[in-house]
């Protein structure tokens, strides 16, 4: 069991909890440390074999919390979530899966008109008989056929990259102990930073192909063989995820790795570029065609070698989606992609004062310990109740704090870090934003966002992101389009308009580095920078384990095409500061 296992069955058990009608601080204690164990870059197991660590040491993880996981990393089970699925219909899983649908609605649902499945949730709304139960009506139906589309279309659930990652890394790391092993590499969605993954690829070289399939089939989180072959093996590890492991002759390996990364798309393509220039090329590398060709194939034991020898520049992973990489390549075009450590400021961040798990100092702090050179802090403006958002006197007394802290960065020396005094505004339904102009004129940095109402017509959501995009005071769009990968389908939103109006008013778009949301989506950010629009690459972090997210918002822009002259925050602290006008803190 990995960290997104435990993560998912305390997430599952919240559900069930809240299903059932408990009570609400303990149901927020399984999704706290849910969160706590998904954002945990250390492996559980890893901790509780530290002598000089214990899972008690994790924030909200008690002595109740830490026993249940042993237990979850002994047998891979929860009793207690055992026995509250056991009087849960079957069906209510898949109800539960519906957007929009919490564990309360679901039970409303299921007391009142004996819905136990999607189907029947369908043809009830279809009959228009939902809107009759209290707290729902014909928009909730609406909602909720879009919906259950939208899960139908997920039937098969990917994992999250991040999520993904993890595991790579443990298998990765315990094939690379195997002796037999020479190389071996990761490949397919997983090394081109695909928002989610289905299965993982791996490509290694061996003194001995048999001594490193059963290396292979012993991993600690095989659940089950599937494929047993010679040079071919595959397995079921956690949650599902199927590894599929291609032992090959190092003189190949180039051609595997880059077959196996994918995409299907850009294989189609690059195949036909090869097969126009004389070659056939799959896994094994290149076969002559004809007469074109002359008679010896070129190399292929690196990829480099292989796109050489097409005449084509090394194309990195995350741009290998059969758009119109390999004419980049061709032309010597492609762009020197964004890198992590190009990244000087976050720009979307939380603190206790709202939703976060940890204080301004903490969170300053852990950006400082990242190297960052600047950060602000944007807790929840007065409309997101749920998150116990600021109002005016309690964000000028949050700024008031902010000012002394940076009074005292400063007098330390050359400063390490600074703080800038900011605000994530709600934008309303009825239009405007959740605080005052005379307010949001005092921020450094606010960004505006939509996080109510999110069922609106398409021209009213398109309407309300477009003023905050024009409004003097807002910097940047967090989360677009409001999306929640494998939970919640984007709202309907004209993004050709939004990009457009982001363009004549110098307005930023964020990429939300959150796992879960990656939003802008690779599409939009990529429409965005063909149009001019500047993208902010923003972590959301609710703590300072969430800062560590950064990685995934930069694999996103990797895929868009951008590279650091696209991402506001890789300017160093004086020129960002003369970008915000050289009023900042």
Sequence with gaps: MNNADVA??????????????????????????ARTIADQVDSLESIRGDEARSLTDLDGIGRDLAAKIETILDTGKLPLLEELSARVPVGVFDLLRVPGLGPKKVRLLVDSLGIDSLDGLEAACRAATVRGVKGFGEKTEAMILKNIAFVRGAAVPRQLWEEADQVVTDIVAWMRVCPAVERIEAAGSWRRGCETVGDIDLVAVATDAVAVM???????????????????????????????????????????????????????????????????????????????????PPPAATEAEVYGALGLAWIPPELREGRDEVLLAAERRLPLLLEEQEIRGDLHMHTTDTDGEDTLVEMVRGARERGLEYVAITDHGQRVTMAHGLDRTRLLEQWDRIDRLNESLAAEGPAPIVVLKGIEVDMLERGGLDLPDDVLARADWVVASLHYGQSQPRDRITERILEAIRHPAVRVIGHPTGRLINRRPAYDVDMEAVIAAAAAAGTFLEINAHPSRLDLDDHHAAAARRAGVRMVISTDAHSVRGLGVMRCGVLQARRAGLTHADVVNTLGWSDFRRLLGGGAT
């Design 214 to 296: 059963e290396h292979f089939r012993r991993w600690a989180h095989a659940v089950e063989g599937i494929v047993a072959g010679p040079t071919k093996s595959s397995i079921r590890g956690p949650r599902g995820l199927q590894f599929d492991l291609r032992v090959v002759g190092a003189p190949s390996f180039g051609a595997a790795w880059q077959y196996f990364t994918g995409s299907k798309e850009h294989n189609i393509r690059l195949r036909s570029w090869a097969r126009e220039r004389g070659w056939s090329l799959n896994e094994y590398g290149f076969q002559p065609v004809g007469s074109v060709a002359p008679a010896t």
């Design 8 to 33: 998912a069955l305390f997430d599952r058990l919240a559900e069930l909890l809240e299903y059932d009608g408990e009570n609400a601080f303990r149901i927020r204690a399984y999704r706290a440390a």
